[in-house]
């Protein structure tokens, strides 16, 4: 049964921030990979629970605090993945649900969790 909740990250989404993103996850496959964008297929190293993971950093040629933003989201089955696999562009990660984020714009970072459940995903 599907129940992201059940993963640890969802309890303690800070233990990226203690551990590290890969203690925490194992890549599976990676999608897009480039120095300010990635977006891969991960799983979680003590429950299995398998997310899109999609990174996006943004420069700050002015201060260099570059704003980061990552987007954990738990997948049901491979149609899912084969639905975010190819979104155009990181705004586009955010329609899917429930999610995790991590933003940390200008330094300030911050974890957003947004619960819902997932609306039927079209296959």
Same mark, same amino acid.
């Given at each position: 049964? !599907?129940?992201? $909740?059940?993963?640890?990250?969802? @309890?303690?989404?800070?233990i990226? =921030?203690?551990?590290?993103?890969? &203690?925490? !996850?194992?890549? $599976?496959?990676?999608?897009?990979d @480039?120095?300010?964008?990635m977006r =891969?297929?991960v799983r979680?190293r &003590?429950?299995?629970?398998?997310?899109?993971?999609?990174?996006h950093?943004?420069?700050?040629?002015?201060?260099?605090n570059?704003?980061?933003?990552?987007?954990?989201?738990?997948?049901?089955?491979?149609?899912?993945?084969?639905?975010?696999r190819?979104?155009?562009?990181?705004i586009?990660?955010?329609?899917?649900?429930?999610?995790?984020?991590?933003?940390?714009?200008?330094?300030?970072p911050?974890?957003?969790?947004d619960?819902?459940?997932?609306?039927?995903?079209?296959?």
């Open positions: 049964m !599907f129940d992201p $909740i059940q993963c640890r990250l969802w @309890s303690e989404p800070t990226l =921030a203690d551990k590290g993103h890969g &203690e925490v !996850f194992e890549t $599976i496959e990676t999608f897009r @480039s120095s300010h964008h =891969a297929l979680c &003590e429950c299995g629970q398998r997310y899109i993971f999609d990174y950093e943004e420069i700050d040629w002015e201060t260099g570059d704003p980061t933003y990552l987007t954990y989201v738990p997948v049901r089955n491979d149609a899912d993945i084969a639905q975010m190819n979104v155009p562009d990181q586009g990660i955010l329609q899917f649900h429930p999610r995790l984020q991590y933003d940390r714009p200008n330094g300030q911050r974890w957003l969790k619960d819902q459940p997932a609306p039927s995903r079209k296959h």
